[in-house]
């Protein structure tokens, strides 16, 4: 289903949206009618960062978003009560593009730094405090959840979720965008797709564009593998685990199953009722490859038992547990892409990339890589 969110904030709760006055909230027509200048597709914090700079320097853009939802891999879940991140965890301070973005252009007083600092843990189980350095920068999170800073961007943007572009035909002027219903959904001169890596490569199989254009294309894009990652979320009452002196823990020596454990409650008071405690669990790259296909419950069980060794207490079953498969959670560092190879072959057709693989799997990164790509698109049309 096609559905436009030009984009109203979830009615459950309301927003202060700073800095806004004065930005259009009127959608172009075109924009309305999909026959804006530039499509981007996915509408993941790169997209969105794109868009916005396309949109400062007068071109009508229109974004199309696979899911129900914006924000990508930088998302938020309500349910049972709890709100958590089963994605990016927060976003790393003291980087200019996302500071600007966090912190001027969509300041709001739901932008929250976690107080507490990041410790590590190695494969025997022994905890140490963290690098003080690192603790030192802050770590940006939203007291509604990271989702939060995606919401704030999409406003007034012309977003169509739920939308899938299959596939891309080349017309020789212009894009033609295809939806899974093999149905034309935009025709325009350019074509930003920010979709991972392998995902980008899928749809450039399926479109059709110059034959030597797609062979390049799917060698470049074809260098970028991605980490799969299994997500948990357990919750137990509060006093099953007392306060931490630390908000996570980390895996220092990439030799434990456990590669990250964060506690949610440490994010803001609007995250987890008083009395229960929520923990985050990510499973290391092998670990979550090898467990894949257990069902739900078989993992939840299992990550339970890794918590008891890893803290050192014989936890009872969570009251509550959800679990997030991510197939292509984070760029492997040693296959980033290079942007001038890519676009070297692709910019001549007016279709460009953004995305993590071409920066790392880091969210501030993403909006950086969103800005880049946007200025490239901008560059070649002057
Ligand atoms: C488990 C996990 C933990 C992480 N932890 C952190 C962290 O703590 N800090 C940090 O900074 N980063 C973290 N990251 C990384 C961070 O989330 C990503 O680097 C960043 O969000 C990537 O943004 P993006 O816009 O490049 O890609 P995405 O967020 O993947 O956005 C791409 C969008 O394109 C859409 N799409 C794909 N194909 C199509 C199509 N054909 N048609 C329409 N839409 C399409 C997708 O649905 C998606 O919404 C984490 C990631 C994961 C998975």
């Known amino acids: 289903m096609r559905r436009l969110v030009s984009t109203t904030l979830e009615a459950e709760r309301e927003l202060k949206v700073h800095n806004m006055q004065g930005r259009p909230e009127i959608m172009r027509e075109q924009e309305r009618t999909g026959q804006a200048e530039v499509a981007v597709i996915g509408a993941g ?4 960062a794109a868009a916005h700079v396309l949109r400062d320097h007068g071109l009508s853009v229109v974004l199309y978003e696979r899911e129900e939802q914006v924000g990508g891999r930088a998302t938020t879940r309500m349910r049972s009560g709890f709100c958590f991140d089963p994605g990016a965890q927060y976003i790393h301070g003291q980087a200019p593009v996302s500071d600007a973005l966090l912190l001027e252009r969509f300041a709001t007083p739901e932008l929250v730094a976690i107080a507490k600092p990041v410790w590590t843990f190695d494969s025997q189980n022994r905890i140490h405090e963290g690098d003080p350095r690192l603790n030192s920068i802050p770590r940006w999170t939203y007291q509604h959840g990271l989702l939060t800073l995606a919401q704030l961007m999409a406003h007034g943007l012309p977003v169509y979720t739920g939308c899938e572009i299959t596939r891309l035909a080349y017309t020789g002027q212009s894009w033609l965008l295809f939806s899974d219903a ?73 030799a434990h199953p456990i590669s990250w454990l964060a506690r949610e409650e440490e994010k803001g008071p609007t995250r987890v009722p008083p009395e229960w405690t929520l923990l985050i669990v990510q499973l290391a790259p092998d670990y979550s490859r090898a467990h894949w296909s257990w069902d739900d419950q078989a993992l939840a069980e299992r990550a339970t038992a890794l918590l008891s060794d890893l803290l050192g207490q014989q936890l009872p079953k969570p009251d509550f547990y959800d679990v997030q498969r991510w197939p292509l959670a984070l760029p492997e560092p040693e296959t980033l892409l290079d942007a001038e190879a890519v676009h070297g072959t692709s910019a001549p057709y007016r279709l460009f990339f953004s995305g993590d693989a071409f920066i790392g799997g880091r969210a501030h990164l993403a909006l950086a890589q969103g800005q880049e790509s946007a200025l490239r698109l901008l560059a070649h049309r002057r």
């Not at 914090?45 to 969105?48: E, T, Y």
């Not at 920010?194 to 294309?217: C, D, G, N, Y």
């Open 45 to 48: 914090l790169s997209g969105l």
């Open 182 to 254: 093999a149905k034309i959904v935009a025709e325009v001169p350019y074509v930003l797709v920010t979709a991972p890596a392998p995902q980008a490569a899928a749809l450039i199989t399926t479109s059709e564009l110059p034959h030597s254009l797609q062979q390049t294309l799917l060698t470049e894009l074809g260098r970028a593998r991605y980490r799969p990652l299994l997500s948990l979320a357990l919750a137990w009452p509060r006093r099953t685990l007392p306060p931490t002196p630390y908000y996570a823990l980390v895996n220092s020596d990439k």
